[in-house]
């Protein structure tokens, strides 16, 4: 350290450590690389590789394997632009414009509920319980992912998807056409605006039910947090204690199912007890709560009694 000498400015460490131009083209336009760009976006890396992929068309290994190139100016342009969004707080989703999903790519918008990993388990239980050629119902099926899900793992199975906003099911319906355009095509997988049992005609009948409603207290906190903040409210809060939605669909589904007919239901995870006391109180039987992959209680199901 020399004393008497201010120290030197700081300096973003990543782009003065690997400045050394390895071509006299990259020297001319002192284009930074495209591990440089990620680095100096001030993102996790994997997001920031996530999004420079999206920024540039190219998959994330290309992306390691020709890190120290120059990056196209044109894409690092967009990825300025798409990172600025994520430090702001929108969710990567949003920004990419679609999430994983059992294995299949949905297309998400801010009309739709970005679909979570704990979703699946609704979609597995679903599956296990469904007979051979079972009419099930996706009841706020968002971005279609449980619905399309579903017609896509069985093809014995016929869906219908529901939603009360036409935004969502545009999204539904896109992803639909993409994934399932056959079922789509020959009506065995439908989708039908409506708010909740509005949507279902009054004499059709299922074989399941299945909803992953809005469940958050409307008051809560995380609301106002993270990815929440940009997810359709109306997707994400149920009224004070977080139950509206969930005592409505529960209120409407056994005179919608078939005797032996199974109603599933995704809930919060202190909502456990509240929701097998509603199925419990419509008449549901075999009432069972289970598991996420965190070990909390998510989905619980019942039984219309035969
Ligand atoms: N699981 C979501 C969350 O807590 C909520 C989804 C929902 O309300 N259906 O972020």
């Known amino acids: 350290m020399s004393a008497g000498r201010a120290a030197p400015a700081p300096q973003a460490p990543a782009i003065a450590s690997t400045a050394t131009p390895r071509t006299p083209e990259a020297d001319a336009s002192a284009v930074p690389t495209w591990e440089r760009l990620a680095l100096a976006s001030g993102l996790p890396r ?3 590789r996530v999004l420079l992929g999206h920024a540039s068309g ?10 120290d190139e120059p990056a196209e100016a044109r894409a690092a ?5 798409l990172a600025r969004r994520r430090r702001d707080g929108e969710p990567i989703a949003y920004l990419t414009g679609s999430r994983e999903f059992l294995g299949r790519d949905f297309e998400v918008s801010p009309a739709v509920l970005i679909p979570r990993p704990e979703t699946e388990l609704l979609v597995q239980a679903a ?8 009419r099930v119902l996706d009841l706020g099926t968002g971005s279609g992912a449980i619905a399309i899900s579903l017609a896509c793992e069985r093809a014995d199975l016929s869906v219908l998807g529901s939603d009360a906003s036409p935004q969502a099911l545009a999204v539904a319906a896109r992803n639909a056409q993409r994934l399932a355009g056959d079922a789509l095509a020959s009506g065995r997988l439908r989708l039908r605006a409506g708010s909740w049992w509005e949507a279902v ?3 059709e009948r299922f074989d399941l039910v299945v909803s992953n409603p809005p469940y958050v207290q409307a008051g809560d906190p995380h609301l106002a947090q993270g990815d929440l903040r940009f997810e359709p409210p109306q997707a994400l809060a149920a009224g004070p204690d977080g139950l509206a939605a969930l005592r409505e669909v529960v209120a409407g589904a056994s005179g919608r199912l078939q005797p032996g007919g199974w109603l599933l239901l995704e809930h919060g995870r202190d909502q456990d007890a509240a929701v097998r006391a509603l199925l419990a109180g419509a008449g549901f039987t075999a009432i069972l709560t289970l598991g996420d992959a965190a070990g909390l209680p998510r989905v619980t199901l019942g039984r219309r009694p035969e």
């Not at 190219?58 to 890190?67: D, I, K, Y």
């Not at 599956?127 to 079972?134: D, I, N, S, T, Y």
């Open 77 to 81: 342009v967009a990825f300025a632009e």
């Open 201 to 203: 005609d009054l004499q």
């Open 58 to 67: 190219r998959r994330r290994e290309w992306l390691v394997a020709h890190g």
């Open 127 to 134: 599956l296990e319980r469904a007979p051979r050629g079972a």
């Open 46 to 48: 994997l997001e920031a």
